[in-house]
Antibody
């Protein structure tokens, strides 16, 4: 069974930092792109960042570029998101998400989602 | 960035009836469109991909149609567990992946 379990969320002040982690199991982690998608309170879904299976290619939404860093450890089957210079508008539930197998980085559906972790940016 | 627009925002339907949700893209996607279901307090779940292919374990009452810029999700006979928010998402041109704003399917 595919499982993605997020951790590391919580309350942080504006300008602060937080590191989210995602533990993956039930599949061969090093063969899939993985992503972070967030959902602002009571709102829709927004893709944040993605990372290739081997960790060599990163992608970011413009809203987080330069502030967030995505990384993975294929030996430990974990995905991280380092979030710096946090703003109130980063307050959201963050989901760790797997996308279907892809070749050459072509877009594919997001087939498994973690339960999400809440990040609150407030003074 | 491809803009995805869903309609209606809220749809009220009685159990046992058919529900049809729409999604429009700002440019052609081919068939590179997915639908997700999200229940309160839960993560989204993949329902449909490639516009019309049901994901693993999804009941046959869920069907998707369309290509290019116009897509629909139909639930043929609504069950109580189907009342949720539904999102469409394009994966034709990324980054970024983009989602519609969602359609809330509620009990009439």
């Amino acid at each position: 069974e595919v499982q993605l379990v997020e951790s590391g969320g919580g309350l942080v002040q504006p300008g602060g930092s937080l590191r989210l982690s995602c533990a993956a199991s039930g599949f061969t982690f090093n063969t899939y792109w993985v992503h972070w998608v967030r959902q602002l309170p009571g709102q829709g879904l927004v893709w944040v960042s993605g990372l290739s299976s081997d960790g060599s290619t990163t992608e970011y939404a413009d809203s987080v570029k330069g502030r967030f860093t995505i990384s993975r450890d294929n030996a430990k089957d974990t995905l991280d998101l380092q979030m710096n210079s946090l703003r109130a508008e980063d307050t959201a539930v963050y989901y760790c998400v797997r996308s279907m197998i892809t070749f050459g980085g072509l877009g594919v559906p997001l087939d498994y989602w973690g339960q999400g972790i809440l990040v609150t940016v407030s003074s | 960035e491809i803009l995805m627009t869903q309609s209606p925002v809220t749809l009220s339907v009685s159990p046992g009836e058919r529900a049809t949700l729409s999604c429009r893209a700002s440019q052609s996607l081919g068939s590179n469109l997915a639908w997700y279901q999200q229940k309160p307090g839960q993560a989204p779940r993949l329902l449909i991909y490639a516009a019309s292919t049901r994901a693993t374990g999804i009941p046959a009452r869920f069907s998707g149609r369309g290509s290019g810029t116009e897509f629909t999700l139909t639930i043929s006979s609504l069950q109580s567990e189907d009342f949720a928010v539904y999102y469409c998402q394009q994966y034709y041109n990324w980054p970024p992946y983009t989602f519609g704003q969602g359609t809330k399917l509620e009990i009439k």
